[in-house]
């Protein structure tokens, strides 16, 4: 079965370490969160798997289906089926929604084969249509001018299109309202099955209550110092960090 | 003998024998005037020395690779390649070395209300007062004008077109200048006169069909819009990248008229462009777009001038750079205020994205201005690929050169996001995309 497992993973901005040392193992068709205060090292860990140059993996490993994807380009892991549902999605001006995705399905398919640009749309509309996004959205600029909900909802829409075997999305709930935060969850929910494997980055248990998960990770200055089903986001919620951080100290 | 040689290295293959052919191949009956002009330009071109190092009209660019020497007056040509510019047009002209090789002609209706697409040796015979008026009409203003003095001087045949009062096309005219063959020299022109309230687009384009041989270019324009007219010109250059291109063109805009010129520099291995806008009356508007796409050790040359002689006038021009490699390009732009021209409104900007360390970009931006209730704002910039921004689209599965190209594609699309043609818009996106996969 396909999987995707974190080895003792070390990642470093600079001189300083950030990520000391996480393992996790997410299976194909299982719903991983990880909850953890600010500055915790949530979106490192998630960026430094996608493959973003900054950061340094200085020790550990990351396997995708028993292969270690470390020494492959950010565009090679995905093309291999990771995605990374960005917290804070980049603005590029002059690239339409159009163009930017049809160059990422083009870049999954073999050398010479063309582009069907009709079953393209169509497939793009559908998406389009079950996030309830605008079809107008397809000829503007990649999140330029986006609202905060408006650019989560383009990510998911990315993932719809993109079919990753492996999601990792950060705080994709932060900055929607209650409509957009239920048909996102249902977006995902759709995506949801045998062949997709998610982890998904949250402050907030509400969240949890649409995309229901398997496990729940608590991340503690660089490390998972807690897991448990979905009744941990609730005692988390319950009772605060405070409460993880008392049971560390006595530990 | 001393003489000779100094004569010689000044004219190189353009010398006085090869004067006396080209004017000997003329056909017969051209206007007394035409020929004295061209005489009096070829002695100006013989006399004036070569951009030296110290030339101000020339900073920055490599005089070391200006050369005359080892070209030759071509053949007509048997063939030309496929018109690369998927549009409709109203009638099209195609040049190959110079002389007219094909045409499709205006409908009948359009030559009736008085419009003309013709060949300039036609439009000497025709319509000489017009032509007079306009051909080469605007002196030299960028440096002494060697290059634009042998462009007259040799200039055979070039495209006219003239759109008379109130006339407006709905569709472009393509003008097609195809230099065949190695070592050939040419030497387009295009004249155009949009009169009062007319409205006319100009697609033109600049070619090889061997992208290896060494060529060698020396053009010019004239784009006239009467009171009122509204011009809009695109020109692409993407001669061979072993040839050597000159252009030089001028825009005279009158009263309430509106010029928009978009330029595309994608060809040559060192190519100067001078544009010359004057805004001669109240209402005049001029926008003034490039895109270059600079690669390997390309160098692209670009010398502006906006004009302004009369009050409530406006000019806007946005020079866009993509450089790769070792390329080098160079902007050197000036905003001219003249004394009584109050409340200009002039705005100046060259942009530069680096996609190389070891490219170089120019940048000489000015402002020269008498009178004292204007706004003028000028810039340059030159950046880099955002690393978030790459990231981001690598993150979706494209390759580092694929997202680079999407990402120089965006920073020009506020360009071509100002051609108000979506047919326009998208034949220049496809004429810019050979240029990455070549
Ligand atoms: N590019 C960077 N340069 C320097 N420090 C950085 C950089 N990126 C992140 N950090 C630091 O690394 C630490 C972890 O940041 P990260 O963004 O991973 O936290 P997070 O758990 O995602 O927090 P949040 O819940 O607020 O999103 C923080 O102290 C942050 O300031
Ligand atoms: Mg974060």
């Known amino acids: 079965m396909p999987s995707l497992v974190i080895q003792d993973l070390h990642v470093a901005i600079g001189e300083k370490e950030i990520v000391k040392g996480l393992s996790l193992t997410i299976k194909s068709g299982e719903v991983h ?76 398919m073999a050398e010479g084969e063309e582009l069907d640009a009709t079953a393209y749309y169509k497939r793009l509309y559908a998406k389009m249509d079950m996030l309830k996004i605008d079809r107008k959205f397809t000829s503007r600029s990649v999140n330029e001018g986006f609202s905060g909900g408006e650019k989560k909802r383009c990510e998911i829409l990315q993932m719809a299109m993109l079919e990753p075997k492996f999601a990792l999305m950060d705080e994709t709930d932060s900055g929607l309202d209650i409509d957009a935060l239920r048909i996102v969850s249902e977006g995902v929910n759709t995506l949801r099955g045998p062949d997709l494997g998610v982890l998904m980055i949250t402050h907030y248990q509400r969240l949890l209550n649409y995309i229901v998960p398997d496990y729940v990770h608590v991340m503690w200055d660089g490390r998972i110092v807690k897991s448990g089903d979905k009744s941990l986001a609730l005692e988390l919620e319950a009772k605060g960090y405070d409460w993880v951080k008392k049971e560390l100290a006595l530990a | 003998m001393s003489t000779l040689t100094e004569t010689k290295s000044l004219v ?17 009956g051209l206007p007394a005037w035409w020929l004295e002009r061209k ?127 109130g006339v407006e096309l709905g569709h472009p005219v393509g003008l097609f200048h195809y230099a065949l063959g190695a070592d050939a020299a040419v030497f387009p022109h295009s004249l155009v006169i949009a009169d009062d309230n007319a409205k006319v687009t100009i697609v033109e384009y600049f070619g090889s069909t061997v992208d290896t041989e060494a060529q060698f270019a ?16 695109i020109g692409k250059q993407d001669w061979s990248h072993r040839a050597l291109s000159f252009q030089s063109n001028s825009t005279v805009v009158r009263r309430d008229a509106r010029v928009q010129s978009l330029n595309l520099h994608l060809g040559a291995r060192q190519a100067r462009h001078e544009s010359l806008s004057q805004l001669q009356a ?20 670009q010398r502006t001038l906006q004009i302004h002689q009369a009050p409530n006038t406006k000019s806007d021009l946005l020079y866009k750079n993509a450089l790769l490699d070792q390329a080098k390009t160079i902007f050197s732009g000036l905003i001219v205020v003249d004394a009584d021209a109050q409340k200009t409104d002039a705005y100046q900007s060259n942009r530069n994205l680096m996609l190389s360390e070891e490219a170089e970009a120019n940048s000489l931006p000015g402002l020269e201005i008498q009178a004292n209730d204007v706004r003028c704002t000028h810039g340059a910039t030159s950046s880099r690929i955002d690393p978030e921004q790459e990231f981001y689209l690598q993150s979706r599965g494209i390759d580092k050169t694929t997202a680079d190209e999407l990402l120089t594609f965006g920073f020009f699309e506020e360009v071509l996001n100002r051609l108000a043609d979506d047919d326009l818009h998208a034949a220049l996106r496809t004429l810019i995309q050979t240029k990455f996969t070549k």
């Open chain 1, 33 to 108: 969160a990880i909850m953890g205060p600010n500055g915790t090292g949530k979106s490192t860990l998630s960026k430094a798997i996608a493959g973003h140059p900054d950061y340094t993996i200085t020790a550990g490993d990351v396997l995708l289906d028993g292969t270690s994807i470390l020494a492959q380009e950010a565009d090679e892991r995905a093309r291999a089926g990771l995605f990374l549902a960005f917290q804070y999605p980049s603005e590029i001006p002059g690239v339409s929604i159009a163009n930017f995705l049809r160059a990422a399905v083009q870049a999954r």
């Open chain 2, 12 to 28: 190189g293959a353009f010398t006085p024998e090869a004067f006396a052919a080209h004017l000997a191949s003329l056909p017969p």
């Open chain 2, 39 to 165: 005489r009096a330009a070829y002695a100006r071109f013989a006399a004036l020395p070569l951009p030296g190092r110290t030339d101000e009209a020339w900073r920055f660019s490599n005089v070391g690779g200006l050369t005359l020497d080892g070209f030759a007056f071509p053949a007509a040509a048997t063939a030309v390649p496929f018109a690369p510019i998927g549009i409709k047009k109203s009638a099209k002209l195609v040049f190959a070395n110079g002389r007219l090789f094909s045409r499709e002609v205006l409908a009948a209706d359009l030559v009736a209300r008085g419009v003309i697409v013709d060949t300039l040796q036609n439009a000497l015979l025709r319509h000489e007062a017009l032509v007079k008026e306009h051909l080469l009409a605007q002196p030299p203003k960028f440096g002494p004008g060697k290059f634009s003095a042998l462009h007259e001087a040799f200039l055979a045949d070039g495209a006219f077109v003239f759109v008379p009062k």
């Open chain 2, 218 to 233: 020396a053009g010019a324009n004239d784009l006239y819009a009467g009171h009122g007219a509204q011009l809009t010109y």
């Open chain 2, 282 to 301: 109240p209402g005049a508007f001029s926008e003034m777009l490039a895109l270059t796409v600079a690669r390997e050790t390309q160098e692209f040359d």
